[in-house]
């Protein structure tokens, strides 16, 4: 089981097949935060199994001395291990969550799934 918080937000008729989706947060915010996490993108539970990971320090997730990157994309690792298995997932990150993405696709270069971050800082 996964070090850290996670949310799943599956509202499709029956379930479904499919790869889930795992959203990873900015700064100053965590994933069901209703103001500046990702709690408007809910009505795409409607297609897909959504993952809302809280990364460490954040949410309720366990507490940190600092960020650490690579942790945060080891913890993704395991996220998509125990939800998606073998058929990968869709990650969308935003801020530093996209640098964790990026983090973790360097970490398992063949697994399957889509990679999209925004507002990732240089």
Known sequence: MAAVHVIVWD????????????????LLSWCSD????FAGQ????AGRRLLLMD???YGHSPDTVRS???ADA?????????HAGDGGGHLVGHGNGGV????????RPGRPG???AGAVPA
């Open 34 to 37: 209703p103001t500046y996490g």
């Open 114 to 116: 889509r990679r999209d």
């Open 100 to 107: 964790v993405a990026d983090l973790r696709a360097r970490k």
């Open 74 to 82: 080891e913890d993704v690792v395991e996220v998509l291990d125990e």
């Open 42 to 45: 809910r009505p795409l539970a």
């Open 55 to 57: 990364r460490r320090g």
């Open 68 to 70: 650490d990157f690579q």
């Open 11 to 26: 509202d499709r008729e029956g379930g479904g097949a499919g790869a889930p989706a795992l959203f990873v947060h900015n």
